[in-house]
């Protein structure tokens, strides 16, 4: 049976006083021992152009290594209608999009590929058959221009079946 973990984490705004809008992120580790993550990020919908950016910058590192090359598969909607995007042509973590005046709710939908090998500590091997670890940096989305300090993120982990516990550690 699947347990879903949820994790919540809350960062007030301190400069502006209020909060901004909150973020949901659920990631499905079913598939973790076959080297896979989906994910699912929602938040409050803006109208216009939207720029979604993938971690370049992962804490406890020295350079902008965030894997970026493993991540798959990315669908982003305004209330269930899918949307084109396109990537960046400077910024590869930077993926463009244009939301319709109304909308309420965007989403995006992707994968994570869990890296087989070695690299830089947020591209090495993480999961197999027993054991997964999941870096939440490795599977979040974040609006651009937003104060990262103040991004609101509620948080779920779905396991594989038959896993009865897991120790979650949430930093964002």
């Known amino acids: 049976r699947s347990i879903v973990i949820a994790a919540l984490v809350t960062i007030c705004a301190a400069s502006r006083g209020s909060a901004q809008p909150a973020l949901t992120l659920s990631v499905d580790a079913s598939q973790a021992r076959m080297k896979i993550l989906h994910a699912s990020l929602s938040m409050p919908a803006r109208s216009g152009a939207v720029t979604l950016v993938y971690p370049k910058w992962i804490p406890g590192e020295h350079m902008p290594s965030g894997p970026i090359s493993n991540l798959a598969g990315l669908h982003i909607f305004a209330d269930g ?5 396109r990537r960046d042509l400077v910024n590869m973590n930077a993926f463009h999009v244009t939301v319709a005046p109304g909308a309420r709710v ?12 070695g690299g830089a500590f947020g591209a090495t091997a993480s999961a197999n058959a027993k054991c997964a670890v999941i870096n939440w940096n490795t599977v979040v989305l974040s609006p651009e221009g937003e104060d990262p300090d103040a991004i609101r993120i509620t948080a779920s982990l779905k396991l594989p079946a038959g896993k009865a516990e897991a120790i979650v550690n949430t930093v964002f």
Do not use: F, K, N, S
């Open 81 to 85: 209608a899918e949307l084109p995007w």
């Open 106 to 117: 965007m989403t995006a939908t992707y994968d994570y590929v869990v890296p087989t090998g």
